[in-house]
């Protein structure tokens, strides 16, 4: 089992910035690269971005590019999520998880443990 703990959300003017973290604890060698993930009330799950935990490789969804980036610290088994230049549209509750999966993966089925979320409210 591979537990993961989110924190950082909170409220934030338009334009602002955040950083979530999510740490990792258990059987953690057994993942292969870390996602997050969002989901706005009424709307579905949606990929943010992924990182492989070994070489650093990253892949963002399309509606983050050039103002979220997602990194590592393997030492401490934790991946933060820096959000920059903030919108009203990415108020949403984000999760951190896992994947067993070698490969970018982009659906939230192929992510096999998962955090409990943190709220991220963008205020205009």
């Known amino acids: 089992q591979v537990q993961l703990v989110e924190s950082g959300g909170g409220l934030v003017q338009a334009g602002g910035s955040l950083r979530l973290s999510c740490t990792a604890s258990?059987?953690?060698?057994?993942?292969?690269?870390m996602g997050w993930f969002r989901q706005a009330p009424g709307k579905e799950r949606e990929f943010v971005a992924a990182?492989?935990?070994?070489?650093?490789?990253?892949y963002y969804g399309d509606s983050v590019k050039g103002r979220l980036t997602i990194s590592t610290d393997n030492a401490k088994y934790t991946v933060y999520l820096q959000m920059n230049s903030l919108k009203l549209e990415d108020t949403a509750v984000y999760y951190c998880?896992?994947?067993?999966?070698?490969?970018?993966?982009?659906?939230?089925?192929?992510?096999?443990?998962w955090g409990q979320g943190t709220q991220v409210t963008v205020s205009s």
């Open positions: 998880a896992a994947t067993l999966y070698p490969g970018e993966r982009r659906n939230s089925n192929e992510y096999a443990y």
């Open positions: 258990g059987r953690t060698f057994s993942t292969y690269a």
């Open positions: 990182i492989r935990w070994s070489l650093g490789n990253t």
